[in-house]
């Protein structure tokens, strides 16, 4: 499953309104989370604008094996300026471009992503419209 940023930050945060939902389907999962690389960083930024301390405990679940981390390859670097192109007005940035690229290169339909703005909107290559897990309210 291709994880994005903020189902993996909650996951950590358990002041977040969706830790307990983002949490539960992680540990669920039972396999490792898979990240495009960006998707660290971000993750980093994130924990440091809010104050929570994620950066360690992210690189102790890379060097456990718990996250895989997909480095971007030249490929999906021209995916990710084809969809940022396409879906400019939405304001898809690189981060989001990069998961939804390597979810193309891998054949993965599912992404765990609390952000169904734009992933329910974009059209992927190889599927009709990615699934979306966790289910948001509303």
Do not use: K
């Not at 969706?18 to 495009?36: A, K, M, Y």
């Amino acid at each position: 499953m291709i994880t994005d940023t903020g189902v993996v930050y909650a996951s950590m945060d358990r002041s977040d309104p969706s830790h307990p939902v983002c949490l539960e389907l992680l540990e669920r999962t039972g396999d490792p989370l898979v990240v495009p690389s960006p998707v660290l960083v971000e993750l980093d930024w994130l924990g440091d604008a809010r104050g929570v301390p994620v950066l360690d405990a992210t690189l102790v679940s890379v060097e456990n094996g718990s996250i895989e981390v997909i480095d971007l390859s030249p490929a999906d670097y021209t995916r990710i300026r084809e969809l940022c192109r396409q879906y400019q007005d939405l304001g898809l940035g690189m981060v989001d471009a990069s998961v939804i690229a390597v979810a193309e290169r891998l054949g993965e339909e599912t992404i765990a992503t609390l952000d169904h703005r734009h992933f329910s909107v974009v059209r992927p290559r190889h599927v009709t419209a990615f699934t979306l897990v966790p289910a948001v309210p509303g």
